[in-house]
């Protein structure tokens, strides 16, 4: 084993391998320095390696696979959650196609085989990797940059259209329009809204997911480049659509809108694995008529409500909601309750399903039927027990739902979940005493990325054992855990008045801000900057 003195100015390199002559064949192999490159510590052991990589975090990392004590696919699983972007390459006597298959699913950059190497493989194979170390600095200096403009942009495009909706169409607004690149020049309109149903978030988002929102807006944004007159607007129900043509015997602009919309349905499915509705008005707005429009699609957005189908029409004239629940909904529901105070857990789905029958037959508002659903499920959680932050992020997603058949799949989810952490509950009692030693080892050690490894010794326990029994007491991975106490104790910092971003990554042991970002939003759907403007506007 042997270290050197860390030289900034160079990429830093670690090898690992169980044969020591190897080892310093690498190391003879090629001039690194002529590479801008210093291989900073080498070692035969991956136990001895993890602990080392954590206090050097070099950037490129040259291991071999069969490793005694924890393989090399397994050191890399361990060094990537430490340092995500860390480039590895894999040395190895075998040719086997599993053994490669496991390497690339790691995102390994290279698999050489040992017997086989050469200079040239191996020079070709570290240059590869300095062009990647290479590409991603540049990322990671343009992406604050580029995250600002993304955000300011769409600040600015929800400004103008409230405004837009609040003034008409004023000259001064329209010029202020133009210049966020809404150019709408001819004389004629048709408007929409793209919703997500909430119940295909799971189980890859969060409850009103801000990065799930940002994903359909974007595929919108992307897509209209393909449609001329197409603008897009984020709002909290969905995307709105502004599709403003020149009209003319020629033309067919409801079918290219409609073409447009089920374009960004179908991206949507396809990219983010979320399902998507379109409603509309069918009639053709001029611009000092346009801002009614949009008002008369946010006000009837639950037109189709009680419908099954992703397209709806938004017509003039009254609706004629129901302004109070019927007496056989309410008994129906009181039916529902007691089906879960006495574990009919056969009935419930059924149950369900007549909710929204009756409720669509008496045509109630769908606005009362989601509040009637909300009480009946909080007097449930009074009984089961919540979820706590997740129980709250539930109850504010549901008035955004504009499906009945969304929101009854909803509640069914969040009360299958609401099932299994009861049961999880019942059955992690008689290991209550190892979580909370994990916890409280976690607590003290908040600055320090503990791996499976670290753990695993603390409790005296085989590593391997040790993950699967994690796995099968917790439901999760112990990185998923890890990640998850680590922001929890974020929350708590940046709530402080003096806490900052750089300050909270580094006292959590995150390497960078920008990975701090990423689990971060990952867990709470929103970035730590986004998290500080909210809390300090709630004060």
Known sequence: MTSVRRDNDMYQVMTIDDDVLMLQYLRGMINWEELNLQIVYETYSSIIALEQFRKLLPDIVITDIGLPQMDGLELTAQLRSIKPDVVIIFLTCHEE????????????????????????????????????????????????????MRRNREILEVTFINRFMKEGPSKDLLEYGARLGVSWKHHDFIVGMIAPFYSSYSPRYMYRDSLASYG????????????????????????????????????????????YAMEVIDKGKEYLKIRLSLQYIQKKHELSGLASALHLLKERKWDGFYTSVVITEIQDGPKPWLSEPSTRLLSQMEVYAS??????????????????????????????????????????????????????????????????????????????????????????????????????????????????VDMA????????????????????????????????????????????????????????????????????????????QKRTKSR
């Open 339 to 452: 089906s879960f105070y006495e574990q009919l857990v056969e009935e419930q789905e059924e149950l369900l399903s007549v909710l929204g029958l009756i409720a669509g037959e008496t045509k109630l508002a769908p606005t009362l039927f989601i509040k009637l659903i909300q009480t009946t499920l909080r007097s449930i959680e009074m009984r089961k027990g919540g979820l706590g932050a997740d129980s709250e992020a539930f109850y504010e997603c549901l008035p955004y739902v504009l499906k009945v058949d969304d929101l009854l799949k909803l509640v069914s989810q969040y009360l299958q979940r609401l099932t299994d952490h009861e049961d999880l509950k019942d059955n992690a009692i008689q290991h209550d005493f190892k979580l909370k030693a994990i916890n409280q080892y976690l607590q003290e050690r908040l600055s320090v990325n503990v791996t499976t």
């Open 97 to 148: 196609f599993n053994y490669a298959k496991q390497a690339f699913q790691l995102e390994a950059l290279d698999y050489l085989i040992k017997v086989e190497l050469t200079e040239e493989q191996l020079q070709a194979s570290i240059q590869k990797a300095i062009r990647l170390l290479q590409t991603q600095k540049t990322h990671q200096e343009e992406q604050p940059y580029r995250e600002d």
């Open 457 to 532: 010794e603390y409790l005296h326990l085989n590593a391997s054992y040790f993950s699967r029994y994690f796995k099968k007491v917790t439901g999760t991975t112990f990185t998923d855990f890890v990640h998850r106490h680590k922001i929890d104790n974020a929350i708590k910092m940046l709530e402080r008045p003096e806490a900052t971003i750089e300050g909270a990554a580094s006292a959590l042991g995150f390497s960078d801000r920008n990975y701090f970002s990423k689990i971060f939003k990952r867990y709470m759907g929103m970035t730590p900057g986004d998290y500080m």
């Open 216 to 259: 359909i807006y974007n595929i919108a944004d992307e897509l209209k480049g393909s449609f001329e007159g197409m603008t897009v607007f984020s709002t909290e129900y969905g995307v709105i659509l502004v599709y403003n043509f020149k009209n003319s015997l020629h033309t067919h602009p409801m079918d290219t809108f409609r073409s």
